[in-house]
């Protein structure tokens, strides 16, 4: 255990000293000017790296601002207030989660399809792949707008969004794992005279099994940063692509760090989830571990 986790702490004090370290040179030209401005002269290098520290819209905030503002902003704020990072985390998950399911269902669905069809395979799959060349920031805005206009708002744009990044990695990595039994395991299931629902539920879909659960884990980061994505062109339904946006637009990095933390971390949560679920499910259909 030690082992395992001593390099990680490592790695962790490095950055964290880094984090501080460039906290100082990017905040102390606007420190000097407030020192200058106050008459304050030949300032100890130790409180002018504290000044740096606690300023109230630094160019870089230091660890532990974030850090209070997450507290501050969760734990220590009513979670029903439209000002709680917590409340617009639960709107970003929920349109997370709707996403996720929509694209690895359809993601599914598209390489049972384009497996079984060579007509929708050369049909399909090139479509599929041009259309992860759309950049996702120009495709956000008519999707909302598009939407908006026909009474759809609210949760669903976002998660059509979401879904649009994460069903890909899905159907490439089903296509790849369904295709993956070799030909004298297929053949092997013609002589028990199997069929292809057999072939499919027995053989194929076992398995794409592991290029399920790690296009899954890949497709639900991509669908958080779908739902962030979209929050950016519908300020009005909150979430925190939208505390990223006014935070912006007033200057206040601490809030911006903070909810890119709190993204990172939801996204760090789900993974884990994801990967979690494979283990139960490889345990179940006897996998060694």
Request: aromatic content about 10%.
């Given at each position: ?13 490095a ?19 407030l ?19 606690a ?15 997450i ?39 598209l ?6 069809n ?57 296509v ?31 398995a ?39 935070g ?19 996204a ?22």
């Amino acid at each position: 255990m030690l082992n395992r986790i001593l390099p990680v702490l490592t790695i962790l004090i490095a950055i964290v000293a880094f984090w501080y370290a460039m906290a100082i040179h990017m905040n102390a030209p606007w420190q000097n000017t407030l020192n200058t401005r106050a008459n304050l002269e030949n300032v100890p290098f130790s409180e002018f790296a504290q000044q740096t520290w606690a300023q109230a819209k630094p160019v870089l905030p230091a660890p532990h601002q974030v850090f209070s503002e997450i507290w501050s902003a969760t734990v220590a704020m009513e979670l029903t207030s439209k000002r709680s990072l917590a409340y617009h985390s639960w709107i970003t998950l929920s349109a997370t989660l709707l996403g996720f399911t929509f694209g690895t269902v359809l993601g599914v669905l598209l390489a049972v399809a384009i497996i079984h069809n060579d007509a929708t395979d050369r049909s399909l799959m090139p479509w599929i792949i041009a259309s992860q060349t759309i950049p996702i920031l120009a495709v956000a805005p008519m999707i909302v707008v598009g939407l908006g206009a026909v009474g759809l708002t609210g949760m669903i744009p976002k998660a059509l969004i979401s879904m649009y990044l994460s069903f890909f990695p899905v159907v490439v990595g089903m296509v790849k794992g369904l295709r993956s039994p070799e030909n004298i395991q297929l053949d092997l299931m013609r002589t028990y005279d199997a069929n292809s629902w057999q072939v499919f539920w027995k053989l194929r879909w076992p398995a794409a099994m592991p290029f399920l659960f790690a296009t899954m884990k890949v497709g639900i980061a991509i669908s958080l940063i779908g739902a962030v994505v979209a929050e950016l062109s519908n300020a009005a339904g909150g979430g925190l692509g939208v505390r990223l946006l006014t935070g912006s637009y007033n200057g206040q990095t601490v809030q911006i760090w903070a909810a890119l933390f709190l993204a990172a971390g939801i996204a760090a949560v789900l993974v884990a989830l994801v990967g979690s679920a494979e283990k139960y499910v490889n345990a179940r259909m006897g996998a060694r571990a």
